[in-house]
T-cell receptor, first 113, second 114 residues
Framework: QKEVEQNSGPLSVPEGAIASLNCTYS??????FFWYRQYSGKSPELIMSIYSNGDKEDGRFTAQLNKASQYVSLLIRDSQPSDSATYLCAVKGVTGGGNKLTFGTGTQLKVEL | NAGVMQNPRHLVRRRGQEARLRCSPMKGHSHVYWYRQLPEEGLKFMVYLQKENIIDESGMPKERFSAEFPKEGPSILRIQQVVRGDSAAYFC????????????FGPGTRLTVL
């Protein structure tokens, strides 16, 4: 079982729709969760962090965390073509100083006109 | 520009040569991380450093790879005797050392081994 799992996609949504990206993780003691966006050939850009169960909203983005189900998701409202990118879920572990990020392989999102 | 800086952005080496990748963290950040992204693969943790200390090197290959973050100057990831399989994007990230430690990435160094 992979430590952090994401559906690789591509996930295609029409412009203006809600894009829903999902991630599961295996380490029950993980405390910190992050979503990064990566455009092709570029570096990862942090877009959301979440530490507590529930929802966290920032503009068009909402992160949702359910520690009991070991599940974290990202919703993008009013999707725009500029949102087309790969979205990486990252989980911070507790060993080795507690700062190592383990990434999923990413979900490719395509927002179509 | 207060972002994470990496240089060079592109590096070409022949097999057997040495590669040195540099990373300057964001202003105010004291924690540095190196990650590698192989073609068509995910980001993999390599090493976590604070000034003059390696905190976690669990992701570093046992041979040829080393990292340092001296008291003065940038963090350096050093790859000796490079092989074609080392060709990848190497990203540096930094964090402020506060409780939640969000990591911000630099633009990366694309290493090509001929």
């Amino acid at each position: 079982q992979k430590e952090v799992e994401q559906n690789s996609g591509p996930l295609s949504v029409p412009e203006g729709a809600i894009a829903s990206l999902n991630c599961t993780y295996s380490d029950r003691v993980s405390q910190s969760f992050f979503w990064y966006r990566q455009y092709s050939g570029k570096s990862p850009e942090l877009i959301m962090s979440i530490y507590s169960n529930g929802d966290k909203e920032d503009g068009r983005f909402t992160a949702q965390l359910n520690k009991a189900s070991q599940y974290v998701s990202l919703l993008i409202r009013d999707s725009q073509p500029s949102d087309s990118a790969t979205y990486l879920c990252a989980v911070k572990g507790v060993t080795g100083g507690g700062n190592k990020l383990t990434f999923g392989t990413g979900t490719q999102l395509k927002v179509e006109l | 520009n207060a972002g994470v800086m990496q240089n060079p952005r592109h590096l070409v080496r022949r097999r057997g040569q040495e590669a040195r990748l540099r990373c300057s963290p964001m202003k105010g950040h004291s924690h540095v991380y190196w990650y590698r992204q192989l073609p068509e693969e995910g980001l993999k943790f390599m090493v976590y450093l604070q000034k003059e200390n390696i905190i976690d090197e669990s992701g570093m290959p046992k041979e040829r790879f080393s990292a340092e973050f001296p008291k003065e100057g940038p963090s350096i990831l050093r790859i000796q005797q490079v092989v074609r399989g080392d060709s990848a994007a190497y990203f540096c990230a930094s964090s402020p050392g506060t409780k939640w430690n969000e990591q911000f990435f630099g633009p990366g160094t694309r290493l090509t081994v001929l």
